[in-house]
Each structure stands twice: as C-alpha cells, then as structure tokens.
C-alpha cells in the first residue's frame, strides 16, 4: 500500500472517529460539550491495518489537562519563562521553605551574579505560594530590571512556573 494511502486512510478514520464522538456527546444532557472536543482530546492514527474487507485504524487517545505557556527570546530561542497550570493545583504551604528553596533553585539555574532577594510563602489569590527571586548584582551594584522569579506548589514541592531577564554584561566600551 502506498504512503499516500495510508495517509487518506488515517484521514478518512480520524474523521469518522470525530464524528462517531461528537454525535455521542449531542446526546448527552450537555449537548454544548461536543464543540470543545477537539480542544481537550487529541487522536492520533497508528498504523492501518487490513483484515479481510476492513481496514483497522487503531488510535492512541490523548486528553489535554492543562494550558503550558512559554516564552522564547526570538532571537536566541532562549527559554524566558514558562507556567504550568496544572503543577499549580491544589497548592499548601506543608513543604518547609528550606525544601522549596531547594526545588525553586534547582529550577532556576542559576547564573554567576544571582543574589537570593525573597524566599517565602506569599498569599496569591487565595492560595498560598512559594515564591523565590534573585537579582543580578555584579560586585554588589544591582543590575536593573534582571531577575529569576520561581514560583513553587508548597504542597506538591513542584515549581510550577519561571521567569527570567539576565542580561550578559560587557565591561568593554561599544561604539554604537
């Protein structure tokens, strides 16, 4: 069988999987779920597979949990920072800071110049949430506007989300 056929075939399957799905959830007492469907699950097509007259298409099946948001610098493709929403879910303050300081600075890789300026728990929303942030100093002057914020679940020990601006600094005159 061609490459081009299996792919129609894997084509033709997924939408009738669609379908088949779709017209399931219209019957429920919640007929407005089935717009979201494509949004939370994700199918993806194996390999088809021919017995007799039909054609076996199996899929692995895919729920999404939770939005990832990440920021790259476009120039280096440098990771800026990233959150993780469902790291952040039923968050506590049982983990003892010394532990979450130990998850939130293994998360930010810190760089040379990184002074530890907040290491506690803070009340974001209604929640409780560890937060750790260094500012870049070199030889004790403060380097403005460069940080590495982590925020850490103080109930799970996760960091959940981390922010960085740093800059690399020339101490060599530039002509602009």
Known sequence: MEHNDLEQ???????????????????????????????????????????????LVPFDMYH????????????????????????????????????ALEAATAEADLPKGAVLKVSEYEQVGDAPVFIARWEHEEDGIPVERDYIHVLVNGKSG??????????ALRFTPVER
Request: hydrophobic share 30%.
């Open 64 to 99: 999404r949990v939770s939005d990832y948001t990440c920021k790259l610098d476009a120039m280096t493709g440098e990771n800026l920072g990233w959150h993780f929403e469902v790291l952040a879910q039923d968050p506590g303050d049982s983990v003892p800071v010394d532990k």
């Open 158 to 167: 996760r960091p959940f989300a981390r922010y960085r601006k740093w800059h």
């Open 9 to 55: 075939q894997k084509k033709t399957a997924e939408s009738h999987l669609w379908d088949y799905l779709r017209s399931r959830l219209e019957k429920t007492p919640q007929p407005e779920a089935a717009q979201y469907l494509q949004h939370f699950l994700k199918a993806q097509a194996g390999e088809p597979k021919v017995r007799g007259d039909l054609t």
